[in-house]
């Protein structure tokens, strides 16, 4: 397999720092599983990874040349999103310290949100672009190479962002008390409003 895809290698490595460094997707899985518990936060990554591995396999098929023909269409793409994230961070944010620790069942980001947060973002749209040229190569094995490395950021994203939620159900014993919670809370709001805004400059 290596000697007719040399980049494997390379890209593993690639798919490991993408996934395990924080964003904005890493923030929602880390304040959902420690707001509601680990299982809560299963949809999310499941949803997250396999919208990034569809990406990759859409753009592999030359569906995202739009975003470099286009700079509107990645333009809107990018203001939807960030205005997402920020109502996303607001109702982190707002949420009622009581309603938390009683790990309410009200308005989670689920396993189709999650997706459809990586369909809008640019930002994964064009690590989704990085991926196919660098990674793919070309010839006739080109869509066979797409294939392999959807199907591999998507295995190595899933415990990566698996460690994010085991990191915030283990937060969850240092926050019993609403008002611990709550400070939680808005620090993780605060942070998902501030990776949301900065991509806008990155």
Known sequence: MLSTFPTLLPFLLFAFVASITPGPTNILVLSNSARYGLAAAVPIILGACAGAATLVLVVGSGAGSSLTA??????????????????????????????????????????????????????TWMMALAVVSVFAGGGEERLAHVMVLSLVFFLISLPCLGVWALLGAGSARWLHSPRSMQRFNRCMALLLLGSAWMSLWV
Do not use: C, H
């Open 70 to 123: 286009w700079p509107g269409v990645q333009t809107a793409m990018q203001w939807i999103g960030v205005a997402w994230l920020s109502y996303l961070a607001w109702q982190i944010f707002s949420a009622p310290a009581a309603a938390v620790t009683a790990q309410d069942s009200g308005s989670r980001l689920g396993l189709v949100g999650a997706a459809g947060l990586q369909l809008i973002n640019p930002k």
